[in-house]
């Protein structure tokens, strides 16, 4: 079966700091990779997508970036965090023209301080 | 563009009481129509889904009608309980699109009490 694993679930973090979260599944060729961010209180907001190696769609522009090094790993990044990043920060997969359902990782709850 | 509006909230209910969040969507395609539920802390999790017009998704005694003609896909439950406290998005996405992305509605936070 496939799963989706990530970390770390939370993490608190200087601004001016670097980032890095990550992403891996299991279980499953060549998925569909997304980021989300969850600000306090409000929706998902779709950062990144990433449909193969090396290929990175970015939705939003901001302070953050995403990389696919490998298959199914997924990671999050920035150079210097702001206080506007402090968020939770979600992946999820899916498989095109599979059953068409994104499936979620636990989270990250990061805190710029 | 496509995109998801959805019933604001907080809800809070008594337990046993009958549930209906509201979601409406736009779309220039054909769409798949999903409800997640996210418990404190964690990711989101698939409730149910429903592929095409007049497809009614059901999970755990929740239900879904896809109603294309309102454009519309009210998420229900006859009596809730108090673990279904959680945050429920309404969701879209058409997997004929480059990357299947989804789109997703704010959110309605719903608290049962006993």
């Known amino acids: 079966s496939q799963t989706i694993h990530q970390w770390p679930a939370t993490l608190v973090q200087p601004v001016g700091s670097p980032l890095s979260l990550e992403c891996t599944v299991e279980g499953t060729s060549n998925p569909n990779l997304y980021w989300y961010r969850q600000a306090a209180g409000r929706g998902l907001q779709l950062l990144f997508y990433?449909?193969?190696?090396?290929?990175i769609s970015s939705e939003v522009p901001q302070n953050l970036s995403a990389s696919r090094p490998q298959d199914r790993q997924f990671i999050l990044s920035s150079k210097k965090l702001l206080l506007s990043d402090s968020g939770f920060y979600l992946c999820a997969w899916s498989v095109l023209g599979g059953a068409n359902i994104q499936y979620f990782g636990a989270g990250t709850r990061l805190s710029v301080l | 563009g496509d995109s998801v509006t959805q019933m604001e909230g907080p809800v809070t209910l008594s337990e046993e009481a009958f549930l209906t969040i509201n979601c409406t969507y736009t779309?220039?395609?054909?769409?798949?129509l999903f409800w997640y539920v996210q418990y404190p802390g964690e990711g989101l999790q698939l409730l149910l889904k429903?592929?095409?017009?007049?497809d009614k998704g059901s999970n755990k005694g929740f239900e879904a009608t896809y109603r294309k003609e309102t454009t519309s896909f009210h998420l229900e439950k006859g009596s809730v309980q108090v673990s279904d406290s959680a945050v429920y998005f309404c969701a879209l996405s058409d997997s004929h699109r480059v990357g299947n992305q989804f789109y997703f509605g704010t959110g309605t936070s719903l608290t049962v009490i006993p």
């Open positions: 990433s449909v193969g190696i090396g290929q």
């Open positions: 429903a592929t095409k017009a007049d």
């Open positions: 779309a220039t395609g054909y769409p798949s």
